[in-house]
């Protein structure tokens, strides 16, 4: 790499570090500011610095609960995490042979990704209010309501965190060398042996990648959550009630608390990532090895 | 194993995911659609034929003219907003990618420099939106720094809770969907036709306005359908960042539904996904989105 940079090379540069700096310093600005003084407001300049704010919102004072909007967001996006693995994965095993239906599938996946939130989670919420009327005069009388966090709520998130997931098995499996399972099933291998043994192996880096895609997707997730949990809110949804209301720094406590548990889930999943790809190398292949 | 049987299994193995998108996606689009067209009073929706909803949205579009009527108006407004966005994250976008794809020359700074452009994606819009808010706000850091630069007397009011304010938060969400399909098209590009360009004479200009930028359409269409769907459908950002103040085709069906006029905020959203279909067939009359990935 001995020739030389073109001039157009540092004024993309500049023009990159200028695009970095316009996505992550605005974010920072609320970090620091979550650690304003008691006195502070917010804006800068800081008046002090204290852990004030984050107590607030650990003790719930002057703000809604929080706490248990957390713990139910937590639950929410663990559970469209798994969720998102186990149908994505097997849904793109499907689709590396033709089956009935598959480019509807596929169409209705990229639909379910580009439709609006809102048409989305307005047709969600429509369907469960039809649902309890139905149920209702069917004669359950004491029926309430089907809608909830683990229903419509779950399922609305599904429809926006789903779509990634099988793009992103499209894109494992285009590279995927097809004769390493042949090979396993020339040696004897059963159909479920070889994928335990052989498929999935190779792409749990990125079925890692699938899960963070669910796990972080649901957790953020505002537009399509807005019509369809029912009587209890999630932490962005309490988050942007608080937009409205809230003139004190603790708003940026529960922003930097929130992004924290974001950042500590990428991180791990980057770190996991890592060390799967790292073993992979290592035990990737004997060629040339000799016998083990 | 024999054909039909294999089939089968594949026909297992994707049946879960079309029975989620069955009853959370294509069964609510059809109420969806049923529904704006029934009848409605002030506290529940009636099961009726009635085309109110419509009719309740276009009200007074014909008596009014020549001026337009509200929902004319914040369809146009909420195009404006998209058609500002589209350009800048397409031009943010393709510069990102351009120097990603063409100017970092090792792969494992090809690699990072991505992730760092991607980490924001995973993590909360709401908090990347009150973020502008000590930036912008009337003792923000902009308003002090022109203030004591000598620059203005009094703070700068259009910065937050605007339009110019619903725009930046819009570019600085959205542009990694337009960054990420843009360079996914430009890696691909086979770096000889550049070389052969380079010979046959061409400036670098010439090289991408000839060369780069017709073989990363596809992923310059794909982007625009990301941004454009999403901008239409907005009502979180233009929400927050707008103050509450400004009208969008999103913020319709939110406040119908806040009014739970359900066949009304039905009958919006038809609309709105009607417009949503044209841009979006237009657009793919480009490319064949299928071929790309």
Known sequence: ?292 | MTQDRKTFVAWLQAAPMMLVFALFFLLPLLFVTIVSAWDYNEYEMIPAFSLRGYTDTFEGCIADLPNLCTILKTYLNTLKLCLLTWGLTLLIGFTVAYFLAFHVRSKTWQIVLTLLCTIPFWTSNVIRMIAWIPLLGRNGLVNRGLEGAGLIKQPLEWLLFSEFSVVLALVHLFTFFMVVPIFNSMIRIDKRLIEAAYDAGASGWQTLVNVIIPLTKPGIVIGSIFVITIVMGDFVTIGVMGGQQIASAGKIIESRLNALQFPAAAANAVILLGVTILIISALTRIVDIRKEL
């Open chain 1, 1 to 292: 790499m001995s020739e030389r940079r073109p001039r157009s090379f540092y004024f993309l540069a500049a023009f990159f570090s200028a695009y970095v700096l316009f996505l992550y310093g605005p974010m920072f600005a609320i970090y620091i500011l979550s650690f304003q003084g008691p006195d502070g407001g917010l804006t800068f300049p800081m008046n002090g610095v204290s852990l004030v704010w984050f107590g607030k919102v650990f003790s719930g004072s002057g703000i809604v609960d929080i706490g248990a909007a957390f713990k139910r967001s937590l639950q929410l996006g663990l559970m469209v995490m798994v969720l998102t693995v186990v149908l994505s994965v097997s849904a793109g095993l499907a689709f590396r042979r033709s089956f009935r239906g598959a480019t509807f599938l596929f169409y209705v996946a990229i639909a379910s990704l580009i439709m609006p939130s809102i048409i989305t989670s307005l047709g969600i919420a429509l369907e469960f209010r039809l649902l309890d009327d139905f149920i209702i005069k069917s004669g359950a009388a004491n029926w309430t309501t089907a809608m909830g966090l683990f229903t419509s709520g779950l399922g609305a998130h599904l429809t926006w965190t789903l779509p990634f997931g099988l793009l992103i098995m499209f894109a494992i499996f285009n590279r995927f060398d097809g004769r390493l399972e042949e090979a396993a099933r020339d040696l004897g291998a059963t159909p479920w042996q070889t994928f335990r043994h052989v498929v999935l192996p190779i792409i749990l880096p990125s079925v890692v990648g699938i899960g963070l895609f669910g796990f972080t997707l649901s957790w953020d997730e505002l537009a399509r959550s807005s019509q369809t949990i029912g009587s209890v809110n999630t932490l962005p949804l309490d988050l942007q009630g608080l937009t409205t209301t809230v003139t004190k720094p603790d708003i940026y406590a529960l922003g930097t608390l929130t992004s924290a548990v974001s950042f500590l889930v990428i991180f791990s999943a980057l770190v996991v990532i890592l060390v799967l790809q790292a073993r992979q190398r290592r035990h990737g292949s004997d060629a040339g090895k000799g016998m083990v």
